[in-house]
């Protein structure tokens, strides 16, 4: 197993390593990205000048996990995707994944990175329930369910925080989680 780990820009013109992102996505994210045909179309799409794409390299060149974030409002970028291959989770690629991100979208003058989690599985307190009418008290008791696995821990321990939900989102009792991070202080005015 290799150790070394490099983050490098994903272009159109290295196929082999789009391939391999296109690869990770299906495979991780099977649900919503089901064929390789729509995972590579995401890559892609990924690829457009004024979003980021970066993947995570062994010293083989053997792409590990990949990060894409996008331009949403003046100040805010998306993070979206986030993908690290199966076999090697768990060992802060995805942390550096989204640290590179964060210094990045931070040089273009983002002051917040944003994302959605989907519950499409049970794994959180918000899914499986009638959220209204007070969803944002469901927000703020959200806790991933015991002996289950969400990406809501991972991202809280990057410093993201559930700015709110979405229920229903990918159907009954199945929401979309919205958690986002300072990347700059900022003052208000007064």
């Known amino acids: 197993?290799?150790?070394?780990?490099?983050?490098?820009?994903?272009?159109?013109?290295?196929?082999?390593?789009?391939?391999?992102?296109?690869?990770?996505?299906?495979?991780?994210?099977?649900?919503?990205?089901?064929?390789f045909d729509e995972a590579l179309a995401e890559?892609?799409?990924?690829?457009?000048?004024?979003?980021?794409?970066?993947?995570?390299?062994?010293?083989?060149?053997?792409?590990?996990?990949?990060?894409?974030g996008i331009p949403d409002y003046s100040h805010a970028w998306e993070l979206h995707p986030l993908v690290v291959r199966g076999d090697r989770q768990y060992q802060g690629i995805g942390t550096a994944l989204v640290r590179d991100l964060d210094e990045r979208v931070r040089q273009r003058g983002a002051l917040t990175l944003w994302l959605g989690t989907d519950d499409e599985t049970d794994e959180?307190?918000?899914?499986?329930?009638?959220?209204?009418?007070?969803?944002?008290?469901?927000?703020?008791?959200?806790?991933?369910?015991?002996?289950?696995?969400?990406?809501?821990?991972?991202?809280?321990r990057l410093g993201f925080v559930v700015v709110g939900l979405l229920p229903d989102a990918n159907g009954p009792g199945r929401p979309d989680i919205f958690?986002?991070?300072?990347?700059?202080?900022?003052?208000?005015p007064r």
């Not at 307190?125 to 969803?135: A, E, F, R």
């Not at 300072?182 to 003052?187: G, H, I, K, Q, S």
């Open 179 to 188: 958690m986002a991070k300072r990347l700059t202080p900022v003052a208000y």
């Open 43 to 68: 890559v892609r799409e990924m690829l457009a000048p004024e979003r980021i794409c970066r993947a995570a390299i062994d010293d083989d060149g053997t792409v590990l996990g990949w990060i894409g």
């Open 124 to 156: 959180t307190t918000v899914s499986n329930i009638d959220l209204y009418p007070d969803v944002l008290a469901h927000a703020a008791r959200l806790q991933v369910r015991p002996g289950r696995r969400h990406p809501v821990d991972f991202y809280r």
């Open 1 to 35: 197993m290799t150790t070394e780990l490099t983050i490098i820009d994903l272009t159109p013109e290295d196929e082999e390593r789009v391939r391999q992102a296109a690869e990770i996505l299906t495979d991780q994210l099977n649900v919503g990205y089901p064929t």
